[in-house]
């Protein structure tokens, strides 16, 4: 290699030299990337355990509150799916709106499953999309809007496009035993 080098002119050995140099420089910039990507890996991820630390530091607060969040709750009065379809879709005629809807999408963890309903109303005007905010706050516990967003119609004064997502809570077992009594205690109380 040595002998082939010297065998070169003089100019291709300065280019020589400047490819050989360019391609280090491309090396060592590849090289400081990867090494800069895994020192940002490795903090990100010591980050998400300081928080699931956290998390599981606050497990007894989040048991506690999440028994008192279920006192209420009755298992057959939660919403599934067709049922979830059926509310959003007398909400909205009560409220003298038509909507099209998406089909709910399902996320399940423990003894609940919430479900998720995309729906949009257009030349809706405010009266009604109160009188519907009002016929799905009745429904709660089991029934809340998520995101909401309103946008003027053009061309039509006082009328709106809105979208919601409604979720609906469905209860697929029975409470433990100690949560409905912790949930009778106050009851019994206040008698």
């Known amino acids: 290699m040595k002998h ?3 065998s070169l002119k003089p100019r291709e050995r300065y280019m020589a030299l400047v490819a050989l140099l360019v391609a280090a420089t491309l090396w060592s910039t590849g090289a400081w990337s990867r090494v800069r990507g895994g020192w940002d890996d490795w ?3 010591e980050e998400s355990a300081l928080v699931q630390k956290s998390w599981l530091a606050k497990e007894r607060e989040v048991r506690t509150a999440t028994s ?8 057959g009065r939660g919403y599934d799916q067709a049922k ?4 959003a879709v007398n909400a909205t005629k009560e409220a003298g709106l038509s909507a ?10 423990g003894k609940f499953a919430i479900h998720s309903l995309q729906m949009s109303c257009r030349k809706a005007d405010l009266a009604s999309v ?3 905010y009002e016929s799905v706050k009745s429904r709660a516990p089991y029934l809340a809007i998520g995101n909401l967003s309103m946008t003027a119609d053009r061309g039509s004064a006082g009328t709106v496009t809105f979208k919601a997502t409604l979720t609906a809570l469905e209860l697929l077992g029975e409470l433990p035993a100690g ?9 019994e109380a206040t008698k």
């Not at 008192?68 to 298992?75: C, E, F, P, R, T």
């Not at 979830?84 to 509310?87: I, K, S, Y």
């Not at 949560?179 to 009851?187: H, Q, R, S, W």
């Open 130 to 132: 109160l009188r519907f």
């Open 84 to 87: 979830l379809v059926a509310e």
């Open 100 to 109: 099209n809807t998406e089909s709910p999408k399902t996320t399940k963890g």
């Open 179 to 187: 949560t409905k009594a912790a949930a009778g205690a106050p009851e």
């Open 68 to 75: 008192l969040a279920v006192q209420g709750l009755d298992s």
């Open 43 to 45: 903090r990100a991820l």
């Open 4 to 6: 082939f080098f010297f």
